[in-house]
């Protein structure tokens, strides 16, 4: 096979929902864990469609862009003709970047980009450039609240602009109704007054296979999963991946980890604790280091014995803001996220082959933790959420599901693991 598309994620479960797009739309895909190295470059001849995954989001922008310009130089020199650069559908970025700087450093000279969020089968849709929530603007929905990069101005094209030095315009659905090419049009109008990233409105899937399109034959694009289907319906005319995905295997020991801090995620919490025990860490005593860690592992140690477990650090609005205050809004996140990384490791020493992680930063550092290099594709749990099986030597086999925290149903504990016993 020839790769068609090579993506680089912002996130750890931003990629692995951007895998599970392209495969569940025609291309054979894989999502690595940083750059690969030579010696997994050279298992990557089946892909159509590489994803990699980065822990970028909330780094300070210069760093961001340092490694998405190695992401891409490597994707280009596998064979990649086109770029997209994966940004949570909630567009949470500060005005610092990361979007318009990475945006600035991989785009053409000369060629506007098409920039969208917009993904509807998970409720988030652009009209007229304001980014919507399940019908809410952004900033009045409860994804407002995000610890780390909270957003309170639904209008991407002023949050663009405000990261950017370059020209930002809206590309509305009235310009491209009569179809692609009419979009393409005016992208080439953008470009010529010199404008370089270009809000793109999204309501449907008819909205995206036109803007997927139109970017498909452009070098570079900027977007959520919604864009990736667009990208991969363009791509490939047909509608299954031509490789077998990572299957269900039984009964296993199994566990959650959860650190995001969504509304859905605290709501899927309260459900898990009426099937499973479930443990409510303590977030101010992991910043600490009170021994919250080797509490949370002697508890799962004593009741995986009779089935799975949970495992939170996850607290409202309120307690987040407390924690913030008393130790730092970064200092407090990467202890927080250093304390679930290693749970999530113990949890592997002790037997776990089925480990569901909840929260995008906690997945990330808990698929660094465990040393994990790429991914194998599996059927879809929820929306954006596939199940994926480790490739490489150290943890082949385990079957992992990385959660974005506002994504799945209340009942997503227990849903991802039946699909992990198939």
């Known amino acids: ?38 010696s997994l470059a050279s298992s ?10 980065l822990k970028i989001r909330s780094v300070p922008a210069a760093e961001a862009v340092d490694k998405a310009q190695a992401a891409a130089a490597f994707l280009r020199q596998q064979g ?70 909270p957003m309170h101005d639904a209008n991407l094209v002023r949050v663009l602009q405000r990261q950017t030095t370059s020209r930002v315009a ?31 409105d999204a309501i449907d899937e008819t909205d995206l296979e036109i803007i997927g399109k139109a970017a498909s034959s452009m070098p ?26 990572a299957k269900g295997n039984g009964e296993a020991l199994s566990a959650c980890i959860a650190g995001s801090c969504s509304a859905a995620t605290l709501r899927q919490i309260a459900a898990a604790e009426t099937i499973m025990p479930v443990l409510r860490l303590d977030s101010a005593a992991l910043v600490s280091g009170a021994p919250e860690v080797e509490r949370a592992l002697a508890f799962a140690r004593e009741a995986m014995a009779r089935g799975p477990v949970l495992i939170a650090s996850s607290q409202g609005p309120e307690m987040v803001q407390a924690v913030q205050a008393q130790y730092g809004r970064d200092a407090a996140g990467q202890a927080i996220e250093h304390g679930m990384a290693r749970i999530a ?18 997945s990330g550092a808990a698929v660094d933790r465990l040393g994990i290099k790429a991914f194998r594709l599996g059927p ?25 925290g506002n994504f799945g149903g209340e009942t997503f504990f227990a849903d991802a693991l039946a699909v992990m016993r198939g």
Not at 186 to 197: H, I, N, Y
Not at 220 to 225: I, K, L, M, P
Request: glycine share 14%.
């Open 80 to 149: 990649a003709s086109h770029i997209l650069y994966k940004i949570c559908s909630t567009f949470d970025s500060t005005d610092a970047g990361n979007i318009g700087p990475v945006l600035d450093a991989l785009a053409v000279e000369g060629r506007a980009v098409i920039v969208t969020p917009a993904f509807p089968e998970t409720g988030r849709t652009v009209y007229h450039g304001h980014l919507f929530v399940n019908g809410v603007p952004l900033n009045e929905s409860p994804l407002k609240d995000h610890p780390l990069n």
């Open 44 to 53: 990557l001849g089946a892909a159509e469609a590489v994803v990699v995954s």
């Open 170 to 200: 809206l590309a509305n659905r009235d310009l491209f109704r009569k179809g692609c090419g009419a979009l393409e049009t005016a992208l080439a109008r953008l470009a010529g007054e010199g404008v370089r990233g270009v809000i793109t």
């Open 380 to 404: 879809e749990i929820a929306a954006g959420v596939p199940m994926m099986e480790a490739i490489g030597a150290r943890h082949a086999g385990l079957l992992v599901a990385l959660k974005s």
């Open 220 to 245: 570079f694009s900027v977007g959520a999963s919604g864009l990736g289907l667009g990208l991969a319906r363009a791509m490939r005319a047909d509608a299954r991946a031509t490789v077998d995905g």
């Open 345 to 362: 490791a113990g949890l592997v020493d002790l037997g776990v082959r089925h480990l569901v992680v909840a929260g995008g930063e906690t």
């Open 1 to 38: 096979m020839t790769l068609r598309l090579g993506c680089i994620a912002d996130d750890y479960t931003g990629a692995s929902d951007l895998a599970n797009t392209l495969q569940k739309n025609g291309l054979a895909t894989v999502q690595t864990i940083g750059v690969p190295g030579p």
